[in-house]
């Protein structure tokens, strides 16, 4: 299987090229400037594979959540690429892609919470378990809210007495140290990872092989949160 991926939901902007089990990936940190690099990073793999976008097998992107911006472009990107060579498209939730990053960081670690920094004093935020392939499986609907609303699963909170640890990973853990308390038996924090396109090609291949490929039009970015903006009060 051929994947190309691609991820600009923070500023981490990255590609990866999965080929039969195999990845090259190309990663900057960027403030901005992310549509500038990604097409590059695109093409510099492609290129050192010898390959062309019609000979992939699927085109996935990080869909979200993240930085507005960030997560249309993704879209629109893989979007664009998959019209052009008539290749489908695998979204990749990024809270799940940074999920796989921590269980690959921690080979010991069996649950995560993942959160994000989403602004606005709230966090995207979604609890994952590793599956027996050591994949990041989602345990309930991924969301954004204020950190002191951060919950673990009952069924978590019903094992607590296994003393299973609960890492934490996310940028949310550096904003809000708060989001401590939520972990339970808490295991390590790694507040300094970022989703990436590596984990975002490991994973497509698992939602291909479950035939969860769509067409290009379907392929839509996930911000979780709808209104972006504040409203002054009447009278300022």
């Given at each position: 299987?051929?994947?190309?991926?691609?991820?600009?939901?923070?500023?981490?902007?990255?590609?990866?090229?999965?080929?039969?089990?195999?990845?090259?990936?190309?990663?900057?940190?960027?403030e901005?400037?992310?549509?500038?690099?990604?097409?590059?990073?695109?093409?510099?793999?492609?290129?050192?594979?010898?390959?062309?976008?019609?000979?992939?097998?699927?085109?996935?992107?990080?869909?979200?959540?993240?930085?507005?911006?960030?997560?249309?472009?993704?879209?629109?990107?893989?979007?664009?690429?998959?019209?052009?060579s008539?290749?489908?498209?695998?979204?990749?939730?990024?809270?799940?892609?940074?999920a796989?990053?921590a269980?690959?960081?921690?080979?010991?670690?069996?649950?995560?919470?993942?959160?994000?920094?989403?602004?606005?004093?709230?966090?995207?935020?979604?609890?994952?378990?590793?599956?027996?392939?050591?994949?990041?499986?989602?345990?309930?609907?991924?969301?954004?809210?204020?950190?002191?609303?951060?919950?673990?699963?009952?069924?978590?909170?019903?094992?607590?007495?296994?003393?299973v640890?609960v890492?934490?990973?996310?940028?949310?853990?550096?904003?809000?140290?708060?989001?401590?308390?939520?972990?339970?038996?808490?295991?390590?924090?790694?507040?300094?990872?970022?989703p990436?396109?590596?984990?975002?090609?490991?994973l497509a291949?698992?939602?291909?092989?479950?035939?969860?490929?769509?067409a290009?039009e379907?392929?839509?970015?996930v911000?979780?949160?709808?209104?972006?903006?504040?409203?002054?009060?009447?009278?300022?």
């Open positions: 299987m051929r994947i190309l991926a691609i991820d600009t939901a923070t500023e981490s902007c990255s590609a990866a090229l999965w080929v039969d089990g195999s990845v090259s990936a190309r990663e900057k940190h960027l901005r400037g992310h549509a500038a690099q990604i097409l590059f990073m695109v093409d510099e793999l492609l290129a050192e594979a010898a390959l062309t976008l019609p000979g992939l097998s699927a085109i996935a992107f990080g869909r979200g959540p993240g930085a507005f911006t960030g997560v249309r472009l993704a879209a629109s990107v893989a979007q664009g690429l998959a019209f052009g008539g290749r489908p498209v695998v979204p990749v939730s990024d809270l799940r892609a940074l796989q990053r269980f690959e960081t921690l080979p010991e670690a069996a649950r995560v919470l993942v959160a994000t920094d989403a602004r606005m004093h709230e966090v995207y935020w979604g609890c994952f378990s590793r599956d027996t392939q050591g994949l990041a499986r989602a345990l309930g609907e991924e969301r954004v809210g204020p950190p002191d609303q951060v919950r673990l699963p009952e069924s978590w909170a019903a094992a607590a007495h296994l003393q640890a890492c934490g990973a996310g940028a949310g853990f550096a904003a809000y140290p708060e989001l401590q308390n939520a972990l339970g038996t808490p295991g390590p924090i790694l507040d300094r990872l970022l990436r396109a590596h984990e975002v090609a490991r291949v698992a939602e291909m092989l479950e035939g969860r490929a769509v290009p379907q392929a839509l970015p911000y979780l949160r709808d209104d972006v903006t504040h409203k002054r009060p009447s009278g300022h």
